[in-house]
Every structure is written in structure tokens, then in C-alpha cells.
């Protein structure tokens, strides 16, 4: 069955939707296709991962990396994430997971593979398996129909495996409670908070700041420069080279759908009556009967604006409730389930959000659409020459990264392609690089490169590097008239946060001695606040979410009143005093209840496949290359 599916493949797919083909090729390995490929990093049990594998994984995990944290991804986020650590560990994970499933015979049958192929949407046009997208999505990712066929059946495997594990995970009611009681208790507290920029009589003397510039010299280093040449491979130099034809438009067209769609949006205004989350049923009621009022003027044939400017008390109170067009993603689910149900000109009954009461009106409604074929030919055809330009720009630059590999080889074959090379004045490492998309990321790469190390190939957004350093200049101290001022500003904070600790802590002492938190609040001359109640998960008012401050007041109870110790975040301390708790609305388990199950039966799974993982991985012989992660 699979051959007859590959030999009807023909032609290729424009975009891979990835979905849980990404999956498969990030995590899984490929069995013995790939141990015919690139050198060994690790050995499973006798089993090779190659270095193609961890490549693969690797730069995948980049991927995930990159998109998840968008403009502001770097180098510094791959190193603190362990993303190399990561990607290894995941295949070898795999690798030992795959060999279980084989000891326990699992197996999975032709007949079971053909028809979880057939089953991935990446392989389907309008709801159907079409074999010519299979090859084609495949050559597109550079792999055989082989070897993603064994790729999937040993995922389909350990799938096998994970349900043995966990298929009889159960959660009790009880636990399903407490976790409800825990997660949605509340808690209100007093605190003072200690900033140490309010301690402005710090001067310390000449002699003081030398001696601190003595004591932290390493700190006032000059930065490291280097200076570097690189080959650049911008795909816009490749644009002329790009042929799309008329049947590649009209697949991506078919295959992305998705893009095409413009979701219905709806235009309305609404007049928000705050509520304390936590408020009781009598609170709850008032303000029900106050959005019931304006709710009856605004039927009566009030201009609903105007209402909303007089008695509305959210952020568009000044906009007459105005939210513009929304589409229902953007809004709080209750808000967006009401408002897409309405016509133009209804207003709806008062409504209950974590906001509080809300009276809507919609005032239009533009239903979903999509463009046609003709309307989104030129959109289709930029992508795909974008995508085919890019290709021939990284096939030049791995033409050259093949062939170049430290000294003057960068030079020669530049010369042997008549490519120009560019070279740049000294940067540091967090310095600008001119000319340049991502300067940080070209920085950091250009800063881990040894001797005359020729680098990998590096993709800037459109844009192929190969980089070499060709100059350095080592970091060197300071001398101490040129950062005197620096030093006494770094000293007098040090000694601000030390005033304010110290005052935290006595402050402390003594509410333990049996003081008053409003009579030493007076004492030290600081605003004695009050939250009020706030949840595990909540930002604190007036002090905004601060983990541990959260911790330590969930500490707290009638018993035991004070916190053992100040509490220091970012800006200053804290010393808190409990006030009050009150139990989670006992009728609200209910609504929650199938959601709190379905989550904690996930973690409890994940826990026990885990430590499955680990036991296996115990038992096991393991052997990674040494140096590899260095």
C-alpha cells in the first residue's frame, strides 16, 4: 500500500502545514536511514544518533524557540533554555523509548501506518489523502517516503507505549476539589514596602569608592571588540532566478485555505459595571440591578453612547463604550459568546465576566469571507518566490560553507565564486553591527567563534551569513578617574538596599516583639496599604504579581500572622501582616469541575511517563560523544 501511495506521488506542495508532522521530524529518530548519515553524538544501547539527527532536532528547537519569543530572541535565550542539552536528550529519550516498545513486541502493521498517513492533514486536499502532496511535502523537508515511513511507525510505537503507561491514570473527585479549594482560595494582607531609592543621605567618602572599585575591578572592564568579514547570501540577489508557475499558485491557494479567510468581526460598544471577583452575593446582586437600570434606558430609546460615558466604569468609558471591530479570539469568552450571537442594534441582558457586569450593543457585524483565487495570486506568488529565492540563497552559501573551513579559505573560494566579501569595523558583543538585520544574533555568533573559525551558515530573517573573525581586542580595566562616577552610583546602591533591608528586618523584629504594623509604619514614615483579596494566580493589587510575596501569604493565617522573613523582590522589601481569608465560592466547583480533572489527569500522566522514561534510561547504557555539548 505505501508503495502504490509513493509511486502516484508527483508534483510538490507549496507550504508544509507542520501540525504533528513537526512532531515527528524534530523528535523522533529514523532508525537505520539515518544511521548511514553524518558522524555519531551519542549511542542508545548500540543504537547511533547522528549528528544529522541532532542537527535536525536541533534547529528545529531554534524554530519553536524563535517563534515563541519573536523580536526579542537571541542567543542569551538559547543558552539559558539548554536548547543543545535539550535537543540531545529529546533523541535520546526516543531512541530508548522506541527500543521498549520493540522489547515488548509492540508492533505497528502496514495496514496501521497507511492509514495514519493517509490520516495527516499536511497530506490532504479538501478532506482527502492526495498521494502527489505526500511525496511532495516530503521532498520539500528533504526526506524519503522511507525514511519518514519508519519515522512514523516508531512514533506510532512509542505512542503505543506511552498508553500502556498511562491509559489507567484516574482522578478522584476529592483530589479534583482540594485542587479547586487551593487554587482559588483568597487571601488579603497588609504589607509596607521599603524602596531603597527613598534613602537619598548616602555620601560615601573618595576613599570609600576606591576602595569598592578595588574590591569589584572585574566589573569595569572595557568591552571585548573583534572585527569581522562575512560573505552575505541575500535572497532579494536571487529573485531573477525564480520561476512559479500557474499550477504552484493554484496548490498553495488549495492547500492554505486558512490564509485566505477573513474571520467575521463585530463592531459594538458596551458599559462595564465593575466587580470584585471575590464579591458576595449581595455585592453580586447590587450591581445586577444597577446594570438592569441603565439597561432599561437604554431600550427606552437612550442614545446607548451616552449612557456609557455617564455610567460605564471601563477604559472606554470616554469613547462612549466604543470597542471598535473585534474578532471573538480578542475578547473574554463570555463577552465574545454573547456578542457574535447578536444582530445589529441588539442589546443584550446584563452579562457576568471576570470584569464584572457588562450591558452590550453591537452595531454591526461583518460576516466571514474569503478571497478568491484571483484576488490572492499576487499575495501567493511574492511568498513563493520569496521561499524559492531564499533556497538558492542558502544553496550558494552551503556551496561555499562546504568548501571553507578556516584561514584564508573564506577568501579563495569568495574569489573562486566572485562573491565580495564584506568586513565590518569593531563591535562589541552587544554593540550595533551597520548594515546587518540582527545585530545581537550576528554579534553573538561572531563572539563564539575561535582563531580563524569559519562559521555554520546563519540565517538573518531573508539573509545568509558564513562569518570569520579577522581582529580582536581583548577586554582591559578601566582606569579609575574614567568610571569614579559609575563606581559611587554602584556603591550608594549598594547601600540604599542595604539601609532598606536592615529596616525591613527590624522593622520585622519588633512587629514580632509585639509592635503594631500601623504604629512602625509611622515610625519609619511609610504608607501602610491593604491588598485586599487576591488568588494564587492573581496579580496582587497595588503591588502587581510577585511570586513570592503570593507564597508567603498563603502562608499565613490567624495563627500565624507574620511572614518569618522580608521579603525582597526587584525594587525593594516587603513585610507582610495577614489579614484575612476567605474559602472559593464552594458552587463554583461545578462549572470547573470537568476541566480541573481533564488538567490534573494530564499532569499526573506526564509525572508517571516521566519517571517511566527515567527508569528505563537507568537501566540503560548511554554514550555521548565526548566534548559534544561544549
Same mark, same amino acid.
Given at each position: ?9 508527483s ?8 501540525g504533528a ?9 529514523v532508525?537505520?536511514? +539515518?544511521?548511514q548519515?553524518g ?6 544501547? @548500540?543504537?547511533?544518533?547522528?549528528s544529522?539527527d541532532?542537527r !535536525? ?13 519573536g523580536?526579542?530572541?537571541n542567543?542569551?535565550?538559547?543558552e ?11 533523541l535520546?529519550?526516543n531512541?530508548l523509548?522506541?527500543?521498549?516498545a520493540?522489547?515488548?513486541?509492540f508492533?505497528?502493521? !502496514? ?15 479538501a478532506?482527502?489523502?492526495?498521494? +502527489? ?11 524519503? &517516503? ?16 506511552r498508553s500502556?503507561?498511562t491509559?489507567?491514570?484516574?482522578v ?8 479547586y479549594?487551593w ?9 509596607l514596602f ?7 543621605d548616602?555620601?560615601p567618602?573618595?576613599?570609600e ?8 575591578k ?5 568591552? &571585548? ?11 532579494d ?6 520561476k512559479v508557475s500557474?499550477?504552484?499558485i ?9 490564509e485566505?479567510t477573513?474571520?467575521?468581526t463585530?463592531?459594538a ?6 466587580l ?10 447590587k ?14 430609546g +437612550?442614545?446607548?453612547?451616552a449612557?456609557?460615558?455617564?455610567y ?7 469613547k ?6 473585534f474578532r471573538?479570539?480578542t475578547?473574554?469568552k ?16 446584563p452579562l +457576568? ?6 450591558v452590550i450593543k453591537?452595531?454591526k ?17 511574492k511568498?513563493?518566490t520569496d ?28 574569489e ?14 552587544? @554593540? ?7 545585530p545581537?544574533?550576528y ?42 562616577e559609575k563606581?559611587?552610583?554602584?556603591l ?6 542595604q539601609?532598606a533591608?536592615?529596616?525591613? !528586618?527590624?522593622l520585622?523584629?519588633a ?14 514614615k ?10 494564587r494566580?492573581?496579580?496582587?493589587p ?5 511570586r ?5 501569604a498563603?502562608?499565613l ?5 507574620l511572614?518569618e ?20 465560592d464552594p458552587? @463554583?466547583?461545578g462549572?470547573?469541575e470537568?476541566r ?7 499532569q499526573?500522566?506526564a509525572?508517571i511517563?516521566?519517571?517511566?522514561v527515567?527508569?528505563i534510561k ?13
Amino acid at each position: 500500500m505505501l508503495r502504490l501511495m509513493r509511486e502516484q506521488a508527483s508534483s510538490w506542495l507549496i507550504k508544509v502545514l507542520l501540525g504533528a508532522i513537526v512532531v515527528v521530524f524534530i523528535f523522533w529518530g529514523v532508525g537505520s536511514f +539515518r544511521s548511514q548519515r553524518g558522524g555519531s553524538v551519542a549511542v542508545v544501547n @548500540g543504537d547511533v544518533i547522528t549528528s544529522d539527527d541532532y542537527r !535536525n532536532a536541533y534547529n528545529n528547537l531554534v524554530e519553536r524557540v524563535r517563534q515563541s519569543f519573536g523580536n526579542q530572541f537571541n542567543e542569551d535565550i538559547l543558552e539559558t533554555l539548554r536548547v543543545k542539552e535539550q535537543a540531545l536528550n529529546q533523541l535520546i529519550d526516543n531512541r530508548l523509548l522506541v527500543q521498549e516498545a520493540q522489547r515488548l513486541k509492540f508492533r505497528v502493521s !502496514n495496514e496501521e501506518l497507511a492509514e495514519a498517513i493517509m490520516d495527516i492533514g499536511a497530506f490532504q486536499n479538501a478532506g482527502a489523502f492526495d498521494s +502527489r502532496l505526500y511525496k511532495n511535502v516530503l521532498t520539500r523537508l528533504r526526506l524519503t &517516503p522511507e525514511e519518514f515511513e519508519v519515522s512514523h511507525r516508531e512514533s506510532m510505537l512509542t505512542e503505543k507505549l506511552r498508553s500502556l503507561v498511562t491509559e489507567s491514570v484516574k482522578v478522584a473527585d476529592q483530589e479534583a476539589r482540594e485542587w479547586y479549594n487551593w487554587q482559588n482560595a483568597l487571601v488579603d494582607i497588609d504589607y509596607l514596602f521599603f524602596k531603597p531609592d527613598r534613602y537619598k543621605d548616602i555620601n560615601p567618602a573618595l576613599e570609600e569608592i576606591k576602595g569598592y572599585f578595588e574590591d569589584n575591578k572585574t566589573s569595569y572592564k572595557t568591552e &571585548p571588540m573583534i572585527k569581522v568579514r562575512h560573505l552575505k547570501f541575500s535572497s532579494d540577489a536571487y529573485t531573477s532566478q525564480v520561476k512559479v508557475s500557474d499550477d504552484e499558485i493554484r496548490d498553495y491557494y488549495d492547500i492554505n485555505q486558512e490564509e485566505f479567510t477573513k474571520p467575521k468581526t463585530v463592531g459594538a460598544r458596551h458599559i462595564l459595571i465593575k466587580l470584585d471577583q471575590a464579591a458576595d452575593a449581595e455585592a453580586v446582586e447590587k450591581k445586577r440591578k444597577k446594570a438592569l437600570d441603565i439597561l432599561k434606558m437604554a431600550r427606552e430609546g +437612550r442614545d446607548f453612547a451616552a449612557l456609557a460615558q455617564k455610567y460605564s466604569e471601563g477604559p472606554t468609558k470616554n469613547k462612549g463604550g466604543y470597542l471598535g471591530e473585534f474578532r471573538k479570539e480578542t475578547m473574554v469568552k463570555p463577552f465574545a459568546d454573547k456578542a457574535f450571537t447578536m444582530k445589529p442594534g441588539e442589546i443584550s441582558e446584563p452579562l +457576568r465576566t471576570q470584569f464584572g457586569w457588562h450591558v452590550i450593543k453591537v452595531e454591526k457585524v461583518t460576516p466571514a469571507s474569503n478571497l478568491s483565487l484571483e484576488e490572492a495570486q499576487k499575495t501567493i506568488l511574492k511568498k513563493l518566490t520569496d521561499e524559492k529565492a531564499k533556497s538558492l540563497a542558502y544553496d550558494e552559501a552551503a556551496a561555499v560553507s562546504d568548501i571553507s573551513f578556516e584561514g584564508d579559505d573564506l577568501m579563495l573560494a569568495a574569489e573562486e565564486r566572485n562573491l565580495k566579501v564584506m568586513t565590518t569595523e569593531f563591535f562589541t558583543k552587544k @554593540g550595533a553591527v551597520e548594515d546587518v538585520r540582527e545585530p545581537a544574533k550576528y554579534a553573538s555568533v561572531a563572539f563564539d567563534l575561535q582563531g580563524t573559525e569559519i562559521s555554520d551558515i546563519q540565517d538573518f530573517v531573508d539573509e545568509y551569513y558564513i562569518m570569520q573573525v579577522v581582529e580582536r581586542i581583548p577586554a582591559k580595566i578601566h582606569e579609575f578617574a574614567d568610571v569614579k562616577e559609575k563606581v559611587r552610583s554602584a556603591l550608594v546602591k549598594e547601600k540604599q538596599d542595604q539601609q532598606a533591608r536592615e529596616d525591613a !528586618n527590624a522593622l520585622l523584629s519588633a512587629l514580632k516583639s509585639g509592635e503594631s504594623l500601623s504604629s512602625e509604619s509611622k515610625k519609619y514614615k511609610i504608607e501602610l496599604k491593604s491588598t485586599g483579596f487576591f488568588k494564587r494566580n492573581d496579580s496582587i493589587p497595588g503591588i502587581g504579581f510577585q511570586r513570592q510575596v503570593i507564597e508567603a501569604a498563603f502562608k499565613l493565617s490567624d495563627n500565624k500572622k507574620l511572614a518569618e522573613e522580608v521579603i525582597k523582590d526587584g525594587q525593594g522589601y516587603y513585610v507582610i501582616q495577614f489579614r484575612k481569608r476567605k474559602d472559593p465560592d464552594p458552587f @463554583g466547583f461545578g462549572s470547573e469541575e470537568k476541566r480541573i480533572k481533564q488538567s490534573l489527569r494530564e499532569q499526573k500522566k506526564a509525572r508517571i511517563y516521566n519517571a517511566f522514561v527515567e527508569q528505563i534510561k537507568s537501566k540503560s547504557e548511554i554514550t555521548i560523544k565526548e566534548e559534544f555539548l561544549e
